[in-house]
C-alpha cells in the first residue's frame, strides 16, 4: 500500500485548503488524516471508512473539517475550511485494517506529508 498526500500550501487564517490522498496498492479498511506541529505529537484529525464512508472527527476539526473518499478514483481528501494559525501543520494519510482510530501506532502505512501554514 502506498499513499501520497498532496494539497498544502500557505493559506489566510480563515481560508480554506482541500488536501488529498491518492492510495495504490490494496485498500484497506480505515483512512485518516494526522497532523504535527512543531515540537508537538502527531494527533489524529479525521478519518473515513473505504466502504460506507463511515466519518471520525477530532474535536479541532468538527464543523471546519471535512473528510471524504472516491472510491472510483482511491483518493480520500480533507477540506480544510475557517482555517486558524493553530492548525499549521505537516499532515499526513494514513491506513489500517481495522477500523478508524486516534491511536497513531495503529496504522500500518503512511503518506510522505504535506505541509500545511496558516498565516493569521
Known amino acids: 500500500v502506498q499513499l501520497q498526500a498532496s494539497g498544502g500550501g500557505l493559506v489566510q487564517a480563515g481560508g480554506s485548503l482541500r488536501l488529498s490522498c491518492a492510495t495504490s496498492?490494496?485498500?484497506?479498511?480505515?483512512m485518516a488524516w494526522f497532523r504535527q506541529a512543531p515540537g508537538k505529537q502527531r494527533e489524529f484529525v479525521a478519518g473515513i471508512t473505504w466502504n460506507w464512508g463511515t466519518t471520525v472527527y477530532a474535536d479541532s476539526a468538527k464543523g471546519r473539517f471535512i473528510i471524504s473518499r472516491d472510491k472510483a478514483k482511491r483518493v480520500v481528501a480533507l477540506q480544510m475550511n475557517s482555517l486558524k494559525a493553530e492548525d499549521t501543520a505537516v499532515y499526513y494519510c494514513?491506513?489500517?485494517?481495522?477500523?478508524?482510530?486516534?491511536?497513531?501506532?495503529?496504522?500500518?502505512?503512511w503518506g510522505q506529508g504535506t505541509l500545511v501554514t496558516v498565516s493569521s
Open positions: 496498492g490494496r485498500t484497506n479498511y480505515a
Open positions: 494514513a491506513t489500517r485494517s481495522g477500523d478508524i482510530t486516534a491511536k497513531t501506532t495503529e496504522y500500518s502505512y
